[in-house]
């Protein structure tokens, strides 16, 4: 069963059908559109809520976070950002694979509707064109007829008339036999006009017109298939987010339980410690000793003992609960309690061994560069790195001060001071070497070990690991280098090399051959591919 059959008088039924196909299509466009809305609103709000309750950075914060419940908070609240850019995405999967997508097919079924009702119109013009024609013949064949008949009665007429002439009788039978003439004429112009009709009728009917309403029909039905996928993709797109949207619901179960009472507690005895011991009982002040004292007492003048001095108000009120007034911060820490004084300066002290680790590393880089510079002239000036190695120089020997004075702070307040103990065998460009300690003090290398150590003493013991460092990228040499100084080796322009460890800044890079043997070659001599994470 097909429209170009059962339905071959319906068109206008089939135009206004398809036509609310049409419609149909994009009304469902304007529901997805109107649903993208609610998304990207509903996650706008999210984002904005979640943002109003996560804190500013600052010290409270930082405090506030070592708390399990506290943490577990942030945790949901950037589990609910995720979930917000979740429902974004889905707002964005609809807008691009149903409202875009289906509207572009929109326009193209709708010029193809558009096309085939044009065709169906000048197939209707075509016959009823036709019919008029052959009305045309066929009034004519009536009109001629008419006139023969009433020529040929007028001569019939005319000859059985007495008084008519034979002349009178010759001309009306001419007339009468040249309307009759006409009149066959006009006849089968109506019969050839006839035939042709109904074989365009035909045409109609039977081809044309059900080619037509069967492209519709199919249109049609490609219009509900679109449809239906633009029905599942609204599902679908959904579902594809969902299990992202259950990890962020994991997320929010297991920051839940992740929450620890016990040590949120243990977390705030060791947050605000004061490691003061606990007040002793008040001895008992006998003022009425002064009563039974003799007036000659001579020693007016001499001050009284501790426990003479009368009771202050403040003593009259219960520790701790007494406001305590804000102190004044000092450098070291004093204003605190012991042992949150220990932990302040513990953790000055550490700060400043980073510090002081980094500078010695670039020390030791600077050291190396300039060695290399000296030894390769063409690769730049040596003493161009001099004011970067006595920057370097000086922003290490205040670490040094420091930490010296930070331990003895942190010795004062009953700290172990091992955490200050720092020293680094560095070269100092005279190719000695020299041992510095925190203090600022050094010692000249007595020992024979000590003097053969080199400047890349600290890389060495890199390569002696048992484990190889795995490499972290490739690299092709573009120049051939000679490697004479120690801790580099030497490479020949086209070979490939392992890279182990990226260019810190001072233009070398620790790379590693096929046969084991690592070291430091300049980075601007290779190009280097590193691996993707």
Same mark, same amino acid.
């Not at 914060?61 to 945790?75: A, G, I, K, T, V």
């Not at 009823?128 to 001569?155: I, N």
């Not at 302040?344 to 020390?363: A, P, T």
């Not at 010692?443 to 795995?470: C, I, K, L, R």
């Given at each position: 069963?097909?429209? %170009? ?79 917000? %850019? ?24 709708? #010029?193809?509707?558009? +096309? ?8 209707? #013009? ?31 007429? +005319? ?16 007339? *009468? ?52 996928? %633009? ?33 949120? =507690? ?45 009771? =202050? ?131 000249? %290398? ?67 051959? *096929? ?7 300049? +980075? ?10």
């Amino acid at each position: 069963m097909d429209w %170009g059959t059962d339905l071959w008088d319906q068109y206008e039924t089939i135009e206004k059908h398809t036509q609310w196909g049409l419609d149909q299509v994009e009304k469902y466009v304007k529901f997805v559109k109107e649903r993208t809305e609610i998304e990207q609103s509903y996650a706008k709000q999210l984002r904005s809520l979640t943002k109003k309750y996560i804190p500013k950075r600052g010290n409270k914060e930082e405090q506030e976070c070592r708390f399990s419940h506290y943490q577990s908070f942030q945790d949901i609240l950037t589990e609910m950002n995720d979930y917000a %850019g979740q429902r974004e995405v889905i707002a964005e999967n609809m807008m691009l694979n149903i409202c875009v997508e289906v509207t572009k097919y929109l326009q193209e079924i709708k #010029q193809e509707r558009k +096309t085939y009702l044009a065709e169906g119109r000048k197939a209707q #013009q075509i016959l009823e064109s036709s019919y008029k024609q052959l009305d045309s013949s066929k009034k004519r064949f009536e009109r001629e007829w008419r006139e023969a008949e009433k020529a040929s009665q007028y001569a019939e007429k +005319t000859d059985q008339d007495i008084n008519a002439t034979k002349a009178d009788v010759e001309r009306a039978k001419t007339l *009468a036999h040249a309307r009759l003439h006409v009149a066959e004429e006009c006849k089968n112009d109506y019969a050839a006009q006839l035939q042709k009709y109904n074989r365009e009728q035909n045409q109609f009917y039977f081809s044309d017109m059900p080619q037509i309403f069967n492209k519709l029909q199919e249109m049609d039905e490609r219009r509900i298939r679109k449809l239906a996928e %633009g029905y599942n993709t609204f599902a679908e797109t959904e579902k594809r987010v969902m299990p992202i949207i259950g990890k962020c619901l994991d997320g929010i179960a297991k920051a839940a339980a992740s929450t620890n009472e016990r040590n949120d =507690s243990l977390t705030l005895i060791e947050m605000h410690k004061s490691g003061f011991e606990r007040p002793g009982d008040l001895e008992f002040e006998d003022y009425s000793q002064g009563i039974n004292r003799a007036s000659s007492d001579s020693s007016l003048g001499t001050p009284k003992c501790p426990h003479d001095r009368p009771m =202050s108000r403040n003593r009259n009120k219960l520790w701790p609960f007494t406001k305590k007034s804000k102190p004044t911060i000092t450098e070291d820490f004093a204003h605190l309690p012991p042992e949150q004084r220990r932990k302040k300066l513990q953790q000055k002290i550490d700060e400043l061994n980073k510090e002081l680790q980094k500078e010695v590393d670039q020390s030791e880089a600077l050291s190396k560069m300039k060695d290399v510079y000296e030894k390769n002239p063409q690769m730049g000036d040596p003493s161009s790195l001099a004011p970067q190695i006595a920057q370097t120089a000086h922003n290490m020997d205040r670490l040094r001060g420091e930490l010296q004075k930070y331990g003895s702070w942190l010795a004062e307040a009953g700290g172990s001071s091992e955490g200050t103990r720092y020293s680094v065998t560095f070269n100092n460009n005279n190719g000695s070497h020299e041992k510095y300690s925190p203090d600022g003090a050094h010692s000249d %290398g007595s020992n024979p070990d000590q003097t053969s150590q080199a400047v890349y003493a600290e890389f060495d013991d890199d390569f002696d690991d048992e484990d190889p460092v795995p490499p972290i990228g490739k690299c092709t040499a573009l120049y051939s280098f000679a490697g004479s100084s120690e801790g580099t080796i030497s490479m020949t322009d086209g070979e490939i090399f392992s890279v182990v460890e990226e260019d810190k800044g001072d233009g070398w890079t620790r790379v590693r051959r *096929a046969n084991g043997d690592e070291g430091y070659i300049p +980075t601007s001599y290779v190009k280097i591919t590193l691996h993707r994470k």
